[in-house]
Antibody
């Protein structure tokens, strides 16, 4: 059974940092692109970042480029999102998703982890 | 990276068919076969309904179908049911190898 479990969310002050993790199981992790997607309260879905199975290709949305860093540890079946210089507008539920179809989301999603940026 | 354009809301009665459009450009929707559609019920995780323009994942009802013409993709739901009431999002791959979502469409079943 495919499972994706995010962790690491919480309350952080503007300008602060936070690292999200996504533990994957039930599928050959190295074979898949992985995405981070976020959803601000009451708003739509926003694609954040994608990483290829072998770490060769990494892409970011304009709103997070230069502040967020996506990475993966294939030995540990783990995906991460390092978030720096956080802003109020980064407040959202962050989802990790398995992406076999070059989509903004994926065929399997985690339950999400809430990040709140507030002073 | 502008969001793809979707109508804010659509509605239909049970048993009817509705279509949700998703308009992009030749740099995203029009240029690639990588258009997907997601359904999201309130408070729930998004669910993939259509991938690669017109393919349904296993377990998704055949009442859901996708198509594309030029820079506009469409999701059609036939035989509308109360359980179809949800938010729907399209997404596309782009020429920059990034991805983009549409703004979302709220479907109301009357």
């Amino acid at each position: 059974e495919v499972q994706l479990v995010e962790s690491g969310g919480g309350l952080v002050k503007p300008g602060g940092s936070l690292r999200l993790s996504c533990a994957a199981s039930g599928f050959p992790f190295t074979n898949y692109y992985m995405n981070w997607v976020r959803q601000a309260p009451g708003k739509g879905l926003e694609w954040v970042s994608s990483i290829s199975g072998t770490n060769n290709y990494i892409y970011y949305g304009d709103s997070v480029k230069g502040r967020f860093t996506i990475s993966r540890d294939n030995a540990k079946n783990s995906l991460s999102l390092q978030m720096n210089s956080l802003r109020d507008e980064d407040t959202a539920v962050y989802y990790c998703a398995r992406d076999p179809y070059f989509s903004a989301g994926g065929d399997y999603w985690g339950q999400g982890t809430l990040v709140t940026v507030s002073s | 990276q502008s969001a793809l354009t979707q109508p804010a809301s659509v509605s239909g009665s049970p048993g009817q068919s509705i279509t949700i459009t998703c308009t992009g450009t030749s740099s995203d929707v029009g240029g690639y076969h990588y258009v997907s559609w997601y359904q999201q019920h309130p408070g729930k995780v998004p669910k993939l309904m259509i991938y690669e323009v017109s393919n349904r994942p296993s377990g998704v009802s055949n009442r859901f179908s996708g198509s594309k013409s030029g820079n506009t993709a469409s999701l059609t739901i036939s035989g509308l049911k109360a359980e179809d009431e949800a938010d729907y999002y399209c997404s596309s791959y782009t020429r920059y190898s990034t991805r983009v979502f549409g703004g979302g469409t709220k479907l109301t079943v009357l």
